[in-house]
Nanobody, 123 residues
C-alpha cells in the first residue's frame, strides 16, 4: 500500500519559514518524480514544485520561484519543501504527490497523493 505522509505544517507569522516533509512508503521512491501542490481555501489545487527521480532537476510554478525550494533524499524516501518569507497568501493545504513523468506532474498527472498538511500564515 502506497502512502505519502506530509508533516511540518502549522501556524506561522508572515515573514517566517517552514519546512514541509513527505515520507513515502510502499513504492520504489527513486522511480518517481515527486512534488508539491497546494490548495488555498475555496480555490483549486495548484502546482508548486517538482523534482525528478535523481534530484538533479527541479521545476517550480512561475509565481513561486525564489521563496520555495524542493529537495529529496532517496535513501530516506523523503521529499521536502522549504518555504521562506511566508506570506498570508501562502495559506493552504499542501499536498505531496508522486508521478511517473517529470513534465506531467505539474499537469496533475499524479499517481499518488498524500493527505495534506495545513499551512496558515498570519499577517
Amino acid at each position: 500500500q502506497v502512502q505519502l505522509v506530509e508533516s511540518g505544517g502549522g501556524l506561522v507569522q508572515a515573514g517566517g519559514s517552514l519546512r514541509l516533509s513527505c515520507d513515502a512508503s510502499g513504492l520504489t521512491f527513486s522511480s518517481y518524480t515527486v512534488g508539491w501542490f497546494r490548495q488555498p481555501p475555496g480555490k483549486e489545487r495548484g502546482f508548486v514544485a517538482a523534482i525528478n527521480r535523481s534530484g538533479g532537476l527541479t521545476t517550480y510554478a512561475d509565481s513561486m520561484n525564489g521563496r520555495f525550494h524542493i529537495s529529496r533524499d532517496n535513501a530516506k524516501n523523503t521529499v521536502a519543501l522549504q518555504i521562506d518569507s511566508l506570506k498570508p497568501e501562502d495559506t493552504a493545504v499542501y499536498f505531496c504527490a508522486a508521478g511517473s513523468s517529470f513534465a506531467g506532474l505539474r499537469q496533475k498527472q499524479v499517481d499518488y497523493w498524500g493527505q495534506g498538511t495545513q499551512v496558515t500564515v498570519s499577517s
